[in-house]
């Protein structure tokens, strides 16, 4: 079992930067695949990136490319999602997941956080 456990998140200018925390506990993050997605208002759930430590994977969906940044600290088993030139598009509710495989599919991620709320105002 994985317990994972968002923060970071707030209301923010267009431009501005954001970094969003998920600490893990249960399994090593190093031993997983670590994902990010987000929903907005009457939006569906968004697979936003990924990554698997184990061999290096990792994946952005195009709107986000460039601009954030899946990372982790092995030390405090926690993976970060640094999100740079932020826009009001990307405002909606982040959680973090995770699961064995490399996946971008939300219905193949097995563990979930409650989300974080990231509002960007233009």
């Known amino acids: 079992q994985v317990q994972l456990v968002e923060s970071g998140g707030g209301l923010v200018q267009a431009g501005d930067s954001l970094r969003l925390s998920c600490a893990a506990s249960g399994r090593a993050v190093s031993t997983l695949t670590m994902g990010w997605f987000r929903q907005a208002p009457g939006k569906e759930r968004e697979f936003v990136g990924a990554r698997r430590w184990s061999n290096g994977i990792t994946s952005y969906r195009d709107s986000v490319k460039g601009r954030f940044t899946v990372s982790m600290d092995n030390t405090k088993n926690t993976v970060f999602l640094q999100m740079n030139s932020l826009k009001p598009d990307d405002s909606a509710v982040y959680y973090c997941?995770?699961?064995?495989?490399?996946?971008?599919?939300?219905?193949?991620?097995?563990?979930w956080g409650q989300g974080t709320q990231v509002t960007v105002s233009s």
């Open positions: 997941a995770a699961t064995s495989r490399f996946r971008t599919e939300a219905d193949a991620y097995d563990y």
